[in-house]
């Protein structure tokens, strides 16, 4: 399908719009957006299933063979959500965007052979927000020549490359969940740079973080197995500071099951343990499985919020404290229990941390609200 003017494939849910070939070997060719008229009005995909694409010689830009689903260049009105996009199969992405402003959300996009989604010489942002991109051959997101997207709440494992592997890319990544990716969490080559901001990149099979040394990335709030000194490529070490001291490494404690894939268990030190202010970070308002965003004024790490419970106060408290204080734990030194006593003024989230002499984190013991 070449689309020239506009689309609208609207299913639902109970019924999806299905678009697939007889022959699956042979494919359906795919959808190509080019140079589309910006007065056109917005394209749409919602609730589809879109399988076993395959560009061939014939149709679009001469012999481009990217992009098995989508071959999408120079549009900037296109939306697709909540669509199923898998066996796509493509010189490099089952969706290839160029030069494009889409709005990419809530899809499964997997078992493609080679990248999921590429994102390329862009300065209109893309949004590409809560999808699960899951079994793909090579990486989930590739982000190249100086695309900066915004990739935000993404849940991106089991791949066979990379989660992210970013080439020249800008690109901005906000409470994604990068885990059991074989090649490793993200690849920063040739100049790359973006900020990274409440992300889990936990688990992943090579390295979590690789730095070539013209790339310059920031992170704030992450959990990375392994903090900076698990880092690799020459761009990593000593020489390396674009790394907060709120970034953390330790297990975010996963619950994995039918319901909740990759989501957090009630004592994850993931918790209400992202930025402080989501001022600016254009976050949705639900996360990638339906829950609210933001809860008692704080969000957790990664693409899942974890269990919350509501914010409670008591009407008649018997004690009011009036301020913070941690006691000295005793006995100290201790072996093999010791008592630690607090007050808080008000209902607050608690978080209480054990280092041991040489100021080295040992373990979170406790990271929930109490009253």
């Known amino acids: ?28 060719n795919r959808f190509l957006f080019s140079n589309v008229n ?38 900037k009105k296109l939306n697709i959500s ?34 999921a989604v590429m994102l390329v010489e862009s300065n209109d942002s893309s949004r590409v927000i809560n999808n699960e991109i899951f079994l793909n051959s090579s990486s989930g997101i590739y982000s ?4 900066r997207s915004e990739i935000i709440g993404n849940l991106i494992h089991n791949n066979g490359g990379w989660a992210v592997y970013s080439y020249i890319g800008q690109s901005t990544y906000i409470n994604n969940t990068f885990t059991d990716n074989e090649d490793g ?38 959990n990375i197995e392994g903090g900076v000194t698990g880092f690799t490529g020459d761009g990593s070490g000593a020489e390396f500071s674009g790394i907060d001291s709120a970034t953390m490494d330790l297990d975010p404690q996963f619950v994995n099951t039918d319901l909740h894939l990759y989501g957090l268990l009630e004592g ?12 600016g970070l254009h976050l949705p308002e ?8 933001i809860i008692n004024g704080r969000i957790d790490m990664g693409a899942v919020e974890g269990p919350h419970d509501p914010v409670s106060i008591e009407e008649n408290p018997v004690e009011i404290s009036h301020s913070f204080r941690l006691e000295q734990n005793y006995p100290n030194p201790f072996n093999p229990a ?27 013991i406790m990271n929930e609200e109490k009253t």
């Open 185 to 222: 969490g993200i690849n920063f080559r040739n100049a790359s740079a973006g900020s990274l901001y409440n992300n889990i990149i936990y688990g992943n099979g090579v390295t979590q973080i690789r730095l070539e040394m013209t790339c310059d990335p920031d992170f704030f709030y992450n």
């Open 268 to 279: 994850s030190p993931c918790l209400d343990a992202g930025t402080p202010g989501v001022n």
């Open 144 to 147: 190249g020549y100086g695309t």
């Open 82 to 115: 909540h669509c199923r996009i898998h066996h796509n199969d493509a010189l490099n992405a089952a969706l290839y965007i160029s030069g494009s402003k889409v709005n990419l959300s809530n899809c499964k996009i997997f078992s493609n052979p080679d990248y």
């Open 338 to 364: 010791t008592t630690i006593t607090y007050e808080i003024p008000h209902t607050s989230m608690v978080r209480i941390t054990v280092f041991n002499s040489l100021g080295q984190k040992l373990k979170v």
């Open 1 to 28: 399908f070449r689309i020239d003017g506009t689309i609208i494939a609207e299913g639902t849910a109970e019924d999806s719009i299905i678009f697939t070939a007889a022959d699956t070997e042979l494919g359906w």
């Open 286 to 293: 639900s996360d990638f499985e339906g829950n609210e965003r």
């Open 38 to 75: 910006e007065s056109n009005d917005t394209s749409r995909f919602t609730y589809c299933n879109i399988e076993y694409g395959k560009p061939v010689n014939n149709v679009g830009l001469g012999t481009n063979k990217d992009g098995g689903a989508f071959f999408i260049y120079n549009v």
